[in-house]
């Protein structure tokens, strides 16, 4: 998710809606904070504020354009806190309305495409992240060819699933792409060291030890000045860092690193979640 507030995405989000629902001005702010509170990577408060919005819309009837934006956006806080099946399900809800009230290939239906597409890749279901991955690439190379975030978002995704496949030429052809697109886009340091953490994994697996600790320990730098240094992003880096160092039979690193992301998780994730246990 994006690192900064990008005003041209909450216009979207929020601007370009129907007006057929005269929504209560506080709904607006809810559903503003909690998109903000999601790209600043304040997941947990962007959850809690976008499911209180989400509750009220459908309690007082809403738009279903509105509500359907607002549900995406809640399956995107439930996905960065590392619950894609609470995300999956959002998502389903979400994309029918989406492509009824603005179109097929409309930026919004894009832009939820690319979210269920990651989630699905998450979920190892790698045949449909794809196929959905590549639709939402293709809708929004062609409905926002300027927004370099979410087109290289998608690219990252979709080389994360290469790499996962084990199609490793295609992955670093995908993310160097996508690496390229954000160091374009100067405001979104937090999107950069998503694709940084992505490569770091991509030289990992290919036995490019040098080149993974530089791409990691750079993507770190970027996460902790982004996130501060108890964040969830941080920790996925510090985990790989620790498999870095194991893959070297550098024990002492290896133990710190993964010590340092679990550490992290616990005080973030709840007891029971598979990423604390």
């Known amino acids: 998710m994006k690192s900064t507030l990008d005003a041209a995405v909450v216009a979207l989000l929020l601007g370009s809606l129907s007006v057929a629902w005269c929504a209560p001005a506080e709904w607006e702010a809810s559903v503003r904070k909690g998109c903000e509170a999601l790209r600043a990577g304040r997941y947990g408060e962007a959850r809690d504020l976008l499911t209180r919005a989400v509750k009220e819309g459908v309690r007082a009837g809403g738009d279903e354009t509105r509500l359907a934006v607002a549900t995406r956006e809640l399956a995107a806080a439930h996905l960065a806190l ?34 269920l597409g990651e989630c699905l890749r998450q979920l190892e279901r790698y045949d449909e992240a794809e196929r959905l991955l590549v639709q939402a690439h293709r809708i929004l190379a062609r409905a926002r060819p300027s927004d370099h975030g979410l087109i290289a978002a998608t690219l990252t995704s979709l080389g994360a699933l290469k790499v996962a496949t084990g199609q490793f030429a295609k992955a670093e052809e995908l993310l160097t792409k996508a690496r390229r697109l954000q160091e374009a886009k100067s405001g979104d340091p937090g999107g950069l060291s998503d694709v940084l953490d992505e490569l770091g994994l991509l030289f990992l697996v290919m036995q490019r030890s040098r080149e993974a600790q530089k791409t990691l320990e750079s993507a770190l730098t970027l996460r902790k000045k982004v996130y501060g240094e108890s964040h969830l992003k941080v920790a996925d880096t510090l985990n790989r860092l620790g498999a870095l160092h194991y893959s070297l039979q550098q024990p002492v690193e290896d133990c710190a690193y993964h010590l340092a992301a679990l550490t992290i998780r616990e005080q973030t994730l709840p007891p029971d979640h598979p990423d604390v246990g």
């Open 82 to 115: 590392s619950n894609p099946d609470k995300a999956k399900g959002l998502l389903r809800q979400a994309l029918p309305i989406l492509e009824r009230r603005t179109g097929p290939e409309s930026a919004q239906v894009g832009e939820t495409l690319r979210v």
